[in-house]
């Protein structure tokens, strides 16, 4: 079993910044590749980044690209998310995925485990 952890959310000022903490553990087989989604109420779930293991590669999702930066570290089995610059549309639950085939990819279907969710709230 793999279990998926998220933590960090929490209610930030526009314009500040958090940082998003997502632990892997169980028969995670090296997490080959975790990514964040986000879901606001009413939305679909939104491609917000992913990190593949080999090589360290990331891609953001548009809205979110020069200001999240996801990064990992291998030895925990973490990955974060740094939020500078959070707007109000930045408000939403924020999901950890896990991806055991490594494609890291922008729908978040293929991914096999998740986290529970951590709520991010930027206010105006």
């Known amino acids: 079993q793999v279990q998926v952890v998220e933590s960090g959310g929490g209610l930030v000022q526009a314009g500040g910044s958090l940082r998003l903490s997502c632990a892997a553990s169980g028969r995670t087989l090296g997490w080959p590749a975790m990514g964040w989604f986000r879901q606001a109420p009413g939305k679909e779930r939104e491609f917000v980044a992913t990190?593949?293991?080999?090589?360290?590669?990331?891609y953001y999702g548009d809205s979110v690209k020069g200001r999240f930066t996801i990064s990992r570290d291998n030895a925990k089995n973490t990955i974060y998310l740094q939020m500078n610059s959070l707007k109000p549309e930045d408000t939403a639950v924020y999901y950890c995925?896990?991806?055991?085939?490594?494609?890291?990819?922008?729908?978040?279907?293929?991914?096999?485990?998740w986290g529970q969710g951590t709520q991010v709230t930027v206010s105006s």
């Open positions: 995925g896990l991806d055991q085939e490594g494609v890291g990819g922008t729908n978040w279907r293929p991914y096999d485990y």
């Open positions: 990190i593949i293991r080999t090589g360290g590669y990331t």
